[in-house]
């Protein structure tokens, strides 16, 4: 952990500095839309004639009793120590990747996944694979279970699913996808129409270049003009 904040936090005052050498000016605020070439930051506004979205996502969240013991990536790559046993919600790429690294370390690792199969939408050639590694390595599946409570006990955490499975654990941690931070951008203002977890773009936006943010692409049109 010391070597984490070695490492990352120089990053964000380095990049900083390094930006402003460069002519980048950097405004720290929450930006609003206000029209198409005009952006709100606290009190001040800005024109351009184009803004690039890179606002990124968030970790989904479970509404079920005890999602208070739920914790996202962002502690799990806190935590000073890891704990004895883990269990993750949701066997995509970011369980998938953590198990990994907790079940090297030895611990008690259990994935809980809704379908049937882990890192939907992957080769299944290598999903198998990687699967069979990992239970190889003491991780314990189990799909077709939903979640539906967490609750504190004596012995730590007690996760039950929808079946009556039930997993004691010490720390859960939440990994059942991201959503997009589109809310309160000004984006309505614009025509833009949201729809939950992704960005639909109407004829308002004439180019769409990808980060991370997802779209609705079956509604994307682009208007080259
Ligand atoms: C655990 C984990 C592991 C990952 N591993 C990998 C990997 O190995 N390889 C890989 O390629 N990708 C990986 N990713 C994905 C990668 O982190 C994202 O794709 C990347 O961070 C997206 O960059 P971004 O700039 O679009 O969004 P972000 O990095 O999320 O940045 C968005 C920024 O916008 C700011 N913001 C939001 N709203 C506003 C507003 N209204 N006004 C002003 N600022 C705002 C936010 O504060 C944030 O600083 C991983 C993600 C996670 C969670």
């Given at each position: ?26 405004i720290t605020g929450d930006a609003t839309l206000v029209d198409a070439h005009t952006v709100k930051v606290g009190g001040d506004t800005y024109t351009a004639?184009?803004f690039v979205l890179g606002t ?125 931070n589109v809310e309160n951008l000004g984006l309505e203002q614009l025509g833009i129409?949201l729809?939950?977890?992704?960005l ?26």
């Amino acid at each position: 952990m010391t070597y984490k904040h070695q490492v990352i936090d120089p990053l964000a005052p380095t990049m900083t500095q390094l930006f402003t050498q460069m002519g980048i000016t950097m405004i720290t605020g929450d930006a609003t839309l206000v029209d198409a070439h005009t952006v709100k930051v606290g009190g001040d506004t800005y024109t351009a004639d184009n803004f690039v979205l890179g606002t990124g996502q968030r970790p989904a969240t479970l509404d079920i009793p005890g999602k208070e013991y739920i914790h996202d990536s962002r502690a799990f790559l806190d935590l000073p120590d890891m704990p004895q046993r883990i269990t993750f919600i949701g066997a995509g790429i970011i369980a998938m990747e953590f198990a990994a690294m907790a079940a090297t370390m030895g611990r008690d690792v259990h994935i809980v996944e809704f379908s049937d199969h882990a890192l939907n939408g992957f080769n299944p050639d290598y999903v198998a694979k990687l699967q069979a590694k990992l239970t190889q390595q003491g991780v314990q599946f189990h799909f077709g279970e939903a979640v539906t409570s967490i609750a504190h006990s004596q012995q730590g955490l007690t996760v039950t699913t929808k079946s009556g499975l039930t997993i004691e654990t010490d720390y859960v941690l939440g990994a059942t996808g991201r959503v997009a931070n589109v809310e309160n951008l000004g984006l309505e203002q614009l025509g833009i129409e949201l729809r939950a977890a992704a960005l639909p773009l109407t004829t308002t936006c004439r180019r769409l270049y990808r980060t991370s943010t997802p779209v609705a692409t079956s509604s994307i049109k682009y208007n080259q003009s």
